[in-house]
Nanobody, 125 residues
Framework: QVQLVESGGGLVQAGGSLRLSCAASGRTLSDYAMGWFRQAAGEEREFVANINNRGGFTSYADSVKGRFTISRDNAKNTVYLQMNSLKPEDTAVYYC??????????????????WGQGTQVTVSS
């Protein structure tokens, strides 16, 4: 089993930055791609970013491209999401997830088999 725990969320003004972390325990993450998703109130969970197992390939939703950066430290079994130039529409609960695959993370929730509990990000205008 894998346990994923997100941290780093909070309240920030528009234009500000936050760095989310996702720490894994139970099993190593280094064999799997990882992803970040978010879910705003009343909305479906949506893809934000993913990264392959080695960290050499990333992909982003158009809405965050150029502002967010996903990275990983396999030695620490941790994945990060650096969020800059935050906008009120980025407000959501952010979830990290482990992909079922190693080299391609996938863009859909069904591509992932383990999820964290989520961390709230609120961006005020």
């Amino acid at each position: 089993q894998v346990q994923l725990v997100e941290s780093g969320g909070g309240l920030v003004q528009a234009g500000g930055s936050l760095r989310l972390s996702c720490a894994a325990s139970g099993r190593t993450l280094s064999d799997y791609a990882m992803g970040w998703f978010r879910q705003a109130a009343g909305e479906e969970r949506e893809f934000v970013a993913n990264i392959n197992n080695r960290g050499g390939f990333t992909s982003y939703a158009d809405s965050v491209k150029g502002r967010f950066t996903i990275s990983r430290d396999n030695a620490k079994n941790t994945v990060y999401l650096q969020m800059n130039s935050l906008k009120p529409e980025d407000t959501a609960v952010y979830y990290c997830a482990r992909s079922k695959y190693s080299t391609v993370g996938g863009l859909h929730t069904h591509d992932y088999d383990y999820w964290g509990q989520g961390t709230q990000v609120t961006v005020s205008s």
